[in-house]
């Protein structure tokens, strides 16, 4: 009985969703804000208007077939009256919506554009008495723009799927009841509770429960992590299988998803250098190749070279293969989906801009803290006295840190893992140089060499980077810790891979003292670094370290306080953009989770988006010139060239389809 | 100050490009992108002068492509 409640409940969650939403198909997301929906009604749409478009265009073409089955074989029993009139209607069937476009453009004394030059050839073909050719052109334009159509739709569609994973619904824990509703009426501090399974609507911490939580749908990191109270989560992830309590960090649209969504919708605005270079090229293009066309069929009969009707014919065939289309589509298509192809490995990029820009550059800047290193401090050596373990040394540290609230003492304590304050025991805290704790045993001194001196205690000098934590117990030296923000693992890896893609320098900013920045930078092996930097100076010595050529560098930081910073180098790419707003709004490229590695991710990515754009590019210079040389010598006729026109766009189109498989 | 709009039925890129490079001839236009595959147009103009700029603006959208419905985002 229970169960059917429950059942029924889940049915009642979901018609109330649909009063003003619809669900998809996958049934746990749903497309709800404007992007999604427009999309989603576009697709419809156009798929709609596709099949309908394809059904016609076959009907045309069974009819056309016949006419043409007609003329070659049984004209003699066919009037050539009856044929042509034939012909001249389904040219006019199939036409009719070209023609009339090409009709308005012409009033507008706009000249050049695809449906004045195929409207004109196709015409200027019946003219001369190509039937056939000219109902031929017509359908198989028709079928390649139908076909581009389609191509972008799907390519739109991809983008979305990527971030198809939006919370639906939210279920507010308010005076003890669950009450479900939209995650865009949560407020801050908002208390929802997330079944098992189900997206978690909205940025927040978690104040009961433990799950796996699932983030690959925003970071592209598909192994999952654990969290418990206290652990900050992001709407938009799946908790996989505990039951969560979270507390919301504020209204939905400033959460993590929702700015997402809005940086994808604008990342096409800023258009790349090749793409501006495409149009001004088709701007020209169009009219150059018109002219040609017309040279073509006027000149060679005026100096009694051949036949007018011959000439004419060619100059059609020029004209059809002057359309401007295939080229200037297969630019975006293919930045497109390099842009979606990136934003599923956790990469969001800004703009196509830039892809063209990372061609460019040669040296790399990387932020110290946080970035190169976790940004955290962590005990990184344990040395205590002969006849002292390491463990018994580590926790006599931390119990005396159990009071203090500073980075070190909290690092001290993560490490040493579960302990508590003993009872009755006396905490004083020096400021700047460590704690004494006193119980009814023991008295623990932990801190500076100094402070163990002002207790006549004499603790060694240690050169070591990092900071030097000394224990003393009962008034004996003890040992020592170091504790220091450690270089991530990645960083490494991610510095090797740089190298490989190209990159020849690679450089480091950082706040911290000489000795540490210069240990980071041996290690990683980097070829230079600039230390004790006020936030301010950044920017100075990423100028200084690049030589003036902000052109060339990229910049990799956490976004926090490098604001300037990724507004000077060419390519500005923040860290863990997840909880930063101003990383979002300077930086090019965010990268979600924290991983380094994903910088030269998105090298590659850029480079492939490249390379097949200017495949593209080339691909369909070079057959609309080989076409435009056989037109013009008459080897190509209007068949070949409308296939030549339509058939680059298509294979452009497929080409840039693998940009997303990257 | 910036506005964007929706060109809904846009799926001609060289008319997307068409119209990109009339209005940016527009007077007080600082920038303009219109994109083909988000079909969203990015006006920037002085506040003073938008309303004048968006006029314009639609009627070069409606000649290049009469089909088009212009949206406010």
């Given at each position: 009985?229970?169960?059917?409640?429950?059942?029924?409940?889940?049915?009642?969650?979901?018609?109330?969703?649909?009063?003003?939403?619809?669900?998809?198909s996958?049934c746990?997301?749903i497309?709800?804000?404007?992007?999604f929906?427009?999309i989603?009604?576009?697709?419809?749409?156009?798929l709609?208007?596709?099949?309908?478009?394809?059904?016609?265009?076959?009907?045309?073409?069974?009819?056309?077939?016949i006419?043409?089955?007609?003329?070659?074989f049984?004209?003699?029993?066919?009037?050539?009256?009856?044929?042509?009139?034939?012909f001249?209607?389904?040219?006019?069937?199939?036409?009719?919506?070209?023609?009339?476009?090409?009709?308005?453009?012409?009033?507008?004394?706009?000249?050049?554009?695809?449906?004045?030059?195929?409207?004109?050839?196709?015409?200027?073909?019946?003219?001369?008495?190509?039937?056939?050719?000219?109902?031929?052109?017509?359908?198989?334009?028709?079928?390649?723009?139908?076909?581009?159509?389609?191509?972008?739709?799907?390519?739109?569609?991809?983008i979305?799927?990527?971030?198809?994973?939006?919370?639906?619904?939210?279920?507010?824990?308010?005076?003890g009841?669950?009450?479900?509703?939209?995650?865009?009426?949560?407020?801050?501090g908002?208390?929802v509770?997330?079944?098992?399974?189900?997206?978690i609507?909205?940025?927040?911490?978690?104040?009961?429960?433990?799950?796996?939580?699932?983030?690959?749908?925003i970071?592209?990191?598909?192994?999952?992590?654990?969290a418990?109270?206290?652990?900050?989560?992001?709407?938009?992830?799946?908790?996989?299988?505990?039951?969560?309590?979270?507390?919301?960090?504020?209204?939905?649209?400033?959460?993590?998803?929702?700015?997402?969504l809005?940086?994808?919708?604008?990342?096409?605005?800023?258009k790349?250098?090749?793409?501006?270079?495409?149009?001004?090229?088709a701007?020209?293009?169009?009219?150059?190749?018109?002219?040609?066309?017309?040279?073509?069929?006027l000149?060679?009969?005026?100096i009694?070279?051949?036949?007018?009707?011959?000439?004419?014919?060619?100059?059609?065939?020029?004209?059809?293969?002057?359309?401007?289309?295939?080229l200037?589509?297969?630019?975006?298509?293919?930045?497109?989906?390099?842009?979606?192809?990136?934003?599923?490995?956790?990469?969001?990029?800004?703009?196509a801009?830039?892809?063209d820009?990372?061609?460019?550059?040669?040296?790399?800047?990387?932020d110290?803290?946080?970035?190169?290193?976790?940004?955290r401090?962590?005990?990184?050596?344990?040395?205590?006295?002969?006849?002292?373990?390491?463990?018994?040394?580590?926790?006599?540290?931390?119990?005396?840190?159990?009071?203090?609230?500073?980075?070190?003492?909290?690092?001290?304590?993560?490490?040493?893992?579960?302990?508590?304050?003993?009872?009755?025991?006396?905490?004083?805290?020096?400021?700047?140089?460590?704690?004494?704790?006193?119980?009814?045993?023991?008295?623990?001194?932990?801190?500076s060499k100094?402070?163990l001196?002002?207790?006549?205690?004499?603790?060694?000098?240690?050169?070591?980077?990092?900071?030097?934590?000394?224990?003393?117990?009962?008034?004996?030296?003890?040992?020592?810790?170091?504790?220091?923000?450690?270089?991530?693992?990645?960083?490494?890896q991610?510095?090797?891979?740089?190298?490989?893609?190209g990159?020849?320098?690679?450089?480091?900013?950082?706040?911290?003292?000489?000795?540490?920045?210069?240990?980071?930078?041996?290690?990683?092996?980097?070829?230079?670094?600039?230390?004790?930097?006020?936030?301010?100076d950044?920017?100075?010595?990423?100028?200084?370290?690049?030589?003036?050529?902000?052109?060339?560098?990229?910049?990799?930081?956490d976004?926090?306080?490098?604001?300037?910073?990724?507004?000077?180098?060419?390519?500005?790419i923040?860290?863990?953009?997840?909880?930063?707003?101003?990383a979002i709004?300077?930086?090019?490229?965010v990268i979600l989770?924290?991983?380094?590695?994903k910088?030269?991710?998105?090298l590659?990515?850029?480079?492939?988006?490249?390379?097949?754009?200017?495949?593209?590019?080339?691909?369909?210079?070079?057959v609309?010139?080989?076409?435009?040389?056989?037109?013009?010598?008459?080897?190509?006729?209007?068949?070949e060239?409308v296939?030549?026109?339509?058939?680059?766009?298509?294979?452009?189109?497929?080409?840039?389809?693998?940009?997303?498989?990257? | 100050?910036?506005?964007?709009?929706?060109?809904?039925?846009?799926?001609?890129a060289?008319?997307?490009?068409?119209?990109?490079?009339?209005i940016?001839?527009?007077?007080?236009?600082?920038?303009?992108?219109?994109?083909?595959?988000?079909?969203?147009?990015?006006?920037?103009?002085?506040?003073?002068k938008?309303?004048?700029?968006?006029?314009?603006?639609?009627?070069?959208?409606?000649?290049?492509e009469?089909?088009?419905?212009?949206?406010?985002?």
């Open positions: 009985m229970k169960r059917l409640e429950s059942f029924e409940k889940k049915h009642d969650d979901y018609s109330h969703i649909k009063k003003d939403d619809e669900i998809c996958c746990s997301c497309q709800s804000e404007d992007f929906n427009e989603e009604e576009e697709e419809q749409f156009d709609r208007e596709f099949r309908g478009e394809i059904r016609f265009l076959i009907f045309m073409g069974v009819l056309f077939a006419c043409l089955i007609t003329e070659e049984f004209s003699e029993y066919v009037h050539s009256y009856l044929l042509n009139a034939a001249l209607s389904l040219y006019l069937v199939c036409g009719l919506p070209v023609l009339k476009m090409a009709f308005r453009s012409l009033i507008k004394k706009d000249f050049f554009n695809e449906f004045t030059l195929m409207g004109g050839a196709s015409l200027a073909a019946v003219a001369i008495g190509q039937m056939s050719e000219s109902v031929g052109v017509m359908i198989f334009y028709r079928l390649g723009e139908a076909f581009q159509k389609k191509a972008s739709s799907y390519s739109r569609r991809s979305k799927a990527l971030l198809a994973q939006k919370p639906m619904l939210a279920r507010l824990l308010k005076d009841k669950v009450e479900n509703i939209n995650p865009k009426d949560i407020v801050k908002d208390i509770q997330v079944l098992p399974g189900e997206v609507p909205i940025d927040g911490i978690i104040i009961s429960g433990v799950a796996q939580i699932n983030s690959s749908a970071t592209g990191e598909s192994k999952p992590v654990s418990k109270v206290g652990t900050a989560v992001y709407g938009g992830t799946l908790s996989l299988d505990g039951l969560l309590t979270i507390k919301a960090a504020g209204p939905f649209k400033d959460s993590t998803i929702s700015r997402m809005e940086m994808v919708q604008n990342a096409v605005a800023h790349s250098p090749t793409e501006r270079f495409i149009t001004r090229f701007k020209w293009y169009t009219p150059a190749v018109f002219g040609l066309a017309t040279l073509v069929a000149v060679p009969p005026l009694g070279q051949g036949d007018f009707r011959e000439w004419f014919y060619r100059g059609l065939v020029l004209l059809v293969i002057s359309c401007p289309c295939a200037v589509i297969s630019i975006p298509l293919g930045f497109f989906g390099g842009i979606g192809s990136a934003s599923k490995k956790g990469i969001l990029v800004k703009g801009n830039v892809f820009a990372l061609d460019k550059v040669t040296m790399a800047v990387f110290k803290t946080g970035t190169l290193t976790y940004g401090f962590e005990v990184v050596k344990i040395l205590p006295l002969t006849g002292i373990t390491e463990g018994d040394l580590l926790r006599m540290a931390a119990t005396a840190e159990t009071g203090s609230n500073h980075p070190l003492a909290r690092s001290i304590l993560a490490a040493a893992g579960n302990i508590t304050m003993p009872l009755n025991a006396q905490v004083t805290q020096f400021a700047g140089k460590g704690m004494l704790l006193k119980t009814d045993l023991d008295t623990i001194i932990v801190g100094a402070l001196q002002d207790y006549g205690i004499t603790a060694p000098s240690i050169s070591e980077l990092g900071t030097v934590v000394h224990v003393a117990k009962n008034d004996k030296y003890q040992g020592y810790l170091i504790v220091a923000d450690s270089i991530r693992e990645e960083s490494y991610s510095v090797k891979e740089l190298r490989e893609l990159i020849k320098k690679v450089y480091m900013l950082t706040g911290d003292c000489e000795a540490v920045a210069k240990s980071v930078s041996d290690k990683l092996g980097l070829d230079g670094y600039r230390s004790e930097l006020l936030p301010g950044k920017v100075a010595a990423l100028k200084s370290l690049c030589g003036g050529e902000t052109k060339k560098t990229l910049f990799v930081g976004g926090i306080n490098d604001g300037p910073v990724l507004v000077t180098s060419e390519t500005g923040a860290m863990g953009g997840f909880g930063s707003q101003v709004e300077v930086a090019d490229v989770n924290d991983s380094l590695l910088v030269a991710e998105l590659r990515v850029a480079k492939k988006t490249r390379t097949i754009v200017w495949q593209n590019v080339f691909m369909a210079m070079g609309k010139g080989v076409f435009l040389v056989f037109g013009a010598v008459g080897v190509a006729g209007l068949w060239a296939f030549a026109d339509v058939g680059v766009a298509l294979m452009a189109i497929l080409n840039s389809t693998r940009t997303s498989k990257v | 100050m910036k506005k964007t709009f929706k060109l809904v039925g846009l799926d001609c060289n008319c997307a490009a068409k119209i990109e490079n009339e940016s001839d527009l007077p007080d236009v600082i920038s303009v992108t219109v994109n083909f595959m988000t079909t969203k147009m990015n006006i920037e103009a002085e506040r003073e938008m309303e004048s700029v968006v006029e314009a603006a639609m009627k070069v959208v409606k000649n290049i009469p089909d088009v419905k212009i949206e406010k985002v």
